[in-house]
């Protein structure tokens, strides 16, 4: 059980483009999503928590109006990433809790690569 | 600077040798965890271990805990190439679901 999905896996796109990625809970509800974003060879830095039903919150730095969060349902939380850049490639991975101290269960990730 | 800093940054063992991690944070904690990343995919938990505890053995790891020290220890033991991949250990502050990350340990072990 506690697994999550994240959908697609890797993805490649131009320039001022958005790209939509999808985390899935698949066998339990995720009361709270968080979304990370891990440059090559360093560690991940959490940029939102999100909880379902309600706005997301950023971590200083993180503009809220590029990297869009909505987290509609309880096994479903997406990022957005507006007007994408070269320096927006990363891995991003998101993580699914079923919340109340619940552990962090953590997706594949997806490498987005913008040219 | 960042909570949770691991080292070395890089370890390099034979296949059988043991392999010791350490991690150290600045802030008080409720549980600290450690994860294991392969290259380009995502993390595997492998261990939590509580404020509480001073010690937790799951298989071939071994968790220290040190709350005076502000640090955490992993060993695996008797490695295996299969072991090859990054570490990272992570906390979490009491009243927080929030995980702090560490740079991470990159294991390489050698068949």
């Known amino acids: 059980g506690a697994v999550v999905s994240q959908h697609p896996s890797r993805v490649i796109c131009k320039s001022g483009t958005s790209v939509k990625i999808e985390c899935r809970s698949l066998d339990f509800q995720a009361t709270t999503m968080f979304w990370y974003r891990q440059f090559p060879k360093q560690s991940l830095m959490l940029m939102a928590t999100?909880?379902?039903?309600?706005?997301?919150?950023?971590e200083q730095g993180v503009e809220k109006d590029k990297f869009l969060i909505n987290h509609a349902s309880l096994t479903l939380s997406t990022l957005t990433v507006t007007s994408a850049h070269p320096e927006d490639s990363s891995f991003y991975i998101c993580?699914?809790?079923?919340?109340?101290?619940?552990?962090?269960?953590f997706g594949p990730g997806t490498r987005l690569t913008v040219t | 600077s960042q909570q949770g800093e691991e080292d070395p940054q890089a370890l390099s063992i034979q296949e059988g040798e043991n392999a010791t991690m350490n991690c150290s944070y600045k802030?008080?904690?409720?549980?600290l965890q450690w994860y294991r990343q392969n290259s380009g995919r995502g993390l595997v938990h492998l261990i939590l271990i509580r404020s509480n505890e001073r010690e937790k053995h799951s298989g071939r790891l071994r968790v220290t805990l040190d709350t005076s020290k502000k640090s955490s220890s992993l060993l695996i033991t008797a490695s295996r190439a299969a072991d090859t991949a990054s570490y990272f250990c992570?906390?979490?502050?009491?009243?927080?679901?929030?995980?702090?990350f560490g740079k991470g340990t990159k294991l390489s072990v050698i068949p």
């Open positions: 802030t008080s904690i409720n549980n």
């Open positions: 992570a906390t979490d502050k009491a009243g927080s679901y929030q995980l702090t």
């Open positions: 993580s699914a809790s079923r919340g109340g101290g619940d552990e962090q269960y």
């Open positions: 999100s909880n379902e039903g309600s706005k997301a919150t950023y």
